[in-house]
């Protein structure tokens, strides 16, 4: 096990380490609210982060487990390939954007943007999210157990969100969508990898692209 005290050591230490050596358990102690903190892992580290983070942290993530025991600041995730990220607080804005694969999990809320074109990675907010969140989302699974800000899925592609408690508002070309029984297999596959087992699946609904802005009509206008 490697071991990071980051009044000691400096984020350049720890990402050097991440990003090079054999994969094993690593933890880090006193974040401080430090930026870009374990960005760019390449291997299948179990990295544990005791305290917040600031900026970006567990960017560009490949294959890791990252969990935060604290809060995230923004950024969080942001162009993510695969592994696993969690936070038993809460995330600042843009929550995983443009990340392409694997797990994000927020245990609190999500600010504003969280998913901002998305490109493949599954969340799960036990929390809230706040205003434009999904927006131009082009692939992958967002799950909010509980309320969703304006413009929820604005300019959204193929992506799949699913929300339990109230959405103030959709975005352009973002609609309710039928909940088939695929769906809710997948809604519960998503929950249970999240370690989230107190909702039931009829307790959401999805949303999705009214696939009205793929091409421009005339007919449309109004939706741009």
Known sequence: MASFDLTDSTVRELNKHLHGSVSGKVTVSNPGGKHSVAVGATDAHEVEINGNVGYYCAGMNADASIVVNGHAGPGLAENMMSGRVHVTG????YCAATAHGGLVVIEGDASSRCGISM???DIVVKGSVGHMSAFMAQTGRLVVCGNAGDALGDSIYEAQL????????LGADCEEKEMRAEHKETLQTLLKSAGITEYAVDEFKRYGSARKLYNFNIDNASAY
């Open 119 to 121: 490109k493949g990675v």
């Open 162 to 169: 699913y929300v339990r408690g109230k959405v103030e508002s």
């Open 90 to 93: 809460s995330a600042s804005q």
